[in-house]
Nanobody, 116 residues
Framework: VQLQASGGCLVQVGGSMSLSCQAS??????????LAWYRQAPGKQRELVAD???????DYADSVKGRFTISRDNAKNTHYLQMNDLKPEDTAVYYC?????????WGRGTLVTVSS
């Protein structure tokens, strides 16, 4: 399984941005697998931002609730993270993840910088 994340860039405080992550793999049945977005800020550990189950149930870190939305499009093998009202503390490298049964697969990461 390969994951390709995109969409990271520089944005001002209060702005919006959308990340996407497309999966590929010969035997991948995309709709079966939970998906997630994590982030890692400089000097900090990687943390879970949001995840979405194979049935579409979404959950969020308290720090992003009400501002971020995770979604998935199984027909496109892609999941998304819509980020609104961005804050400087949202600055981080964002990683997408697909949980393939007991094995996690990660995208390479995309940098989101929120400038004040």
């Amino acid at each position: 399984v390969q994951l390709q994340a995109s969409g990271g860039c520089l944005v001002q405080v209060g702005g919006s941005m959308s990340l996407s992550c497309q999966a590929s793999g010969r035997t991948l049945l995309y709709g079966r697998h939970p998906l997630a977005w994590y982030r890692q800020a400089p000097g900090k550990q990687r943390e879970l931002v949001a995840d979405i189950s194979n049935t579409g149930f979404a959950d969020y870190a308290d720090s992003v609730k009400g501002r971020f939305t995770i979604s998935r499009d199984n027909a496109k093998n892609t999941h998304y993270l819509q980020m609104n009202d961005l804050k400087p503390e949202d600055t981080a490298v964002y990683y997408c993840k697909l949980q393939y049964y007991r094995t996690p697969f990660w995208g390479r990461g995309t940098l989101v910088t929120v400038s004040s």
